[in-house]
């Protein structure tokens, strides 16, 4: 009788479409739309080019570029667009980066509505640093602050420029830069991005503090406007972004400064070297503006944004990379366990071991990503050089796959040099790179609640 009712229980229940779509997989299918509707838009909408139009692969990548709020190009964007043309970009990014923000809050909305239990644990990473009942104003939170930033700095860039251009010309400067910006987008309507303005200490101060806060993400947004109300503490998730963010910045340009101070800064006044270096340790994680040339910067100084680039930001924001809590957790594993700890602990709390775990795998599946695809871009780009011409390469195409893994848009002048195989590589890179991570985390999310069964222990030796 009993299991007639449950059978008849059952049979009542909805049956799952073999067409339903788990959240990753609705991530990873709208990116994949709108870069196609942005690479359509560059080949069939009309006027958007100064001369020619773009190839269909540089339409692409310039497409998959700015959805996945990369920067990286294979055209002088100001040279080759039209007004028209650079208007579309700025949708593109603006509508890519609203797209990664809006994702996490909607499925922790979805989740707060009982939408099932696939929406509920891909929620479950973000649901867990928010108070009960907030996805909706964390939505607010990320329209709001959005327009707010962009509007601010917009005004604040239209000061900047107002002395060298007219007010329109000023105007369309100052939006495009201030969105490009808080999306960490990183593309410039400036051919040499921003190394033109090296000695215009507040342009890059403007942009460089939009870049962090696009960068922090919006939970620590939402987080520390809830604290500024007197509502609750600050959450140990946002303590640690906002610890390991100030504490890269402040390491990186300390060292940026020593790397550079008498080579690509050389010839700058010493206030305009120190905001040149304190732009560099930000831009890296994951803006693609630069104020140098990076063909021209030292060895210390391209391992150290390497490094950077791979960090990124924090989750929940446009950054990309590993995320600046990956990177945290992982050092303190690694102090707790030379202090003999069983768990790592931060700021009086102890972080769930799944959570460490998921950070370990994330960290090693970007290297091998890294690896994998800087592989291929050696294959593709094999050229009759000499051998020490060839290692030196390498140095860009490594430093080239991680700006794009990481959706930075840094390069070492090598994006137009490609062949086509390259810029097909850094599309799919930047696509995995944007929703990969979310997509992976969700599916491990999923996972983790089955896995009750476990085969017998044996233990392996490492180090």
Same mark, same amino acid.
């Given at each position: ?60 990548f ?131 991005s ?118 990124g930001? !924090?989750? @929940?924001?446009? +950054? $990309?990379? *590993?995320?600046?809590?990956? #990177?945290?957790? %992982? =050092?303190? &594993?690694?102090?707790a ?5 069983r ?15 998921? !950070?370990? @795998?994330?960290? +090693? $599946?970007? *290297?091998?990503?890294?690896? #994998?695809?800087? %592989? =291929?871009? &050696? ?9 020490g ?14 700006? !794009? ?5 840094l ?6 040099t ?31 609640h ?14």
């Amino acid at each position: 009788m009993t299991s007639e009712a449950s059978r008849r229980n059952l049979g009542s229940l909805p049956r799952r479409s073999p067409f339903d779509l788990s959240a990753p997989q609705l991530l990873a299918l709208s990116f994949a739309v709108l870069i196609t509707i942005g690479w359509l838009g560059f080949i069939a909408l009309p006027g958007l080019y100064e001369g020619e139009p773009m190839r269909w692969i540089d339409a692409l990548f310039i497409s998959a570029s700015a959805v996945c709020v990369t920067g990286l190009s294979t055209v002088d964007i100001p040279a080759v667009l039209s007004f028209w043309g650079e208007l579309w970009l700025l949708l593109l990014i603006q509508a890519g980066a609203l797209g990664i923000l809006t994702f996490a809050a909607s499925v922790a909305v979805a989740a707060g509505r009982r939408a099932g239990l696939d929406v509920e644990e891909a929620a479950g990473s973000f649901t867990a640093i928010l108070p009960s009942g907030t996805p909706r104003q964390m939505l607010r939170t990320i329209l709001g602050v959005t327009i707010v930033c962009e509007t601010a700095g917009a005004l604040a860039l239209l000061v900047c420029f107002s002395g060298d251009h007219d007010f329109g010309a000023a105007l369309w400067l100052a939006i495009f830069h201030s969105v490009s910006a808080f999306c960490n987008a990183g593309f410039s309507l400036f051919s040499d991005s921003l190394v033109g303005l090296q000695d215009r200490a507040s342009i890059l101060l403007v942009i460089a503090f939009l870049v962090v806060l696009g960068g922090i993400g919006f939970p620590v947004l939402h987080d520390l406007r809830a604290r500024l109300r007197g509502k609750r503490r600050l959450s140990t998730h946002t303590r640690v972004v906002l610890g390991a963010t100030g504490f890269l910045i402040a390491v990186g340009t300390g060292a940026f400064l020593v790397f550079e101070w008498d080579r690509t800064l050389a010839a700058l006044a010493p206030v305009d070297r120190a905001v040149n270096a304190l732009f560099l340790a930000i831009t890296p994680r994951t803006a693609g503006f630069n104020s140098v040339d990076y063909g021209a910067v030292s060895n210390d100084s391209l391992l150290l944004t390497v490094a950077l680039m791979w960090i990124g930001g !924090a989750p @929940g924001s446009v +950054a $990309g990379g *590993v995320k600046v809590t990956t #990177v945290s957790l %992982l =050092a303190l &594993l690694v102090w707790a366990r030379l202090r003999g700890d069983r768990h790592v602990s931060v700021g009086g709390r102890t972080v769930p071991d799944e959570t460490v775990h998921r !950070a370990t @795998g994330l960290a +090693a $599946g970007m *290297v091998l990503i890294l690896l #994998v695809f800087t %592989l =291929a871009m &050696l294959e593709f780009e094999q050229r009759e050089t000499e051998p020490g011409a060839e290692r030196g390469q390498m140095v860009s195409h490594v430093f080239e796959v991680q700006s !794009a893994l990481s959706t930075v848009g840094l390069s070492m002048n090598l994006t137009p040099t490609l062949e086509d195989g390259s810029k097909l590589t850094l599309v799919l890179l930047m696509f995995l790179g944007r929703v990969g991570p979310l997509a992976v985390l969700g599916a491990m999310a999923r996972r983790s609640h089955n896995s009750t069964f476990r085969h017998p222990h044996e233990d392996v030796l490492i180090g």
